[in-house]
């Protein structure tokens, strides 16, 4: 069992920038592929960004590429999504998953159902 918390979520305004954090713990976290999603009220729950378990590599949405990186410490068994100049369609709540994913140096998955492993969420609201 995996157990997931995110933090670093608020009320911000247009250009601002946050980090957002989840931490992990209950399993290797080393053996985790880590990876970034949001659901804005009434919609869907999208794929913003993964990481492999080493972190050689990363996939992120065509949406926030260029302005969103996610990273991980895994001394520290958590990832972290560093947003940077935020819109309004950023408001949302941001969730960070996890997948058991030991060896697989290429693996960090867009698709929600490779997800085994979910936090309970971090509002993140952006004013005009």
């Known amino acids: 069992q995996v157990h997931l918390v995110e933090s670093g979520g608020g009320v911000v305004q247009t250009g601002d920038s946050l980090r957002l954090s989840c931490a992990a713990s209950?399993?290797?976290?080393?053996?985790?592929?880590m990876g970034w999603f949001r659901q804005a009220p009434g919609e869907e729950r999208d794929f913003l960004a993964a990481?492999?378990?080493?972190?050689?590599?990363?996939d992120d949405a065509n949406s926030i590429r260029g302005r969103f990186t996610i990273s991980r410490n895994n001394a520290e068994n958590t990832v972290y999504l560093q947003m940077n100049s935020l819109k309004p369609e950023d408001t949302a709540v941001y969730y960070c998953?996890?997948?058991?994913?030991?060896?697989?140096?290429?693996?960090?998955?867009?698709?929600?159902?490779?997800?085994?492993?979910w936090g309970q969420g971090t509002p993140v609201t952006v004013s005009p």
């Open positions: 209950g399993r290797s976290f080393s053996s985790l592929a």
């Open positions: 998953a996890a997948q058991w994913a030991p060896g697989r140096d290429w693996y960090a998955p867009a698709d929600i159902s490779e997800y085994q492993y």
């Open positions: 990481i492999s378990w080493n972190g050689a590599y990363t």
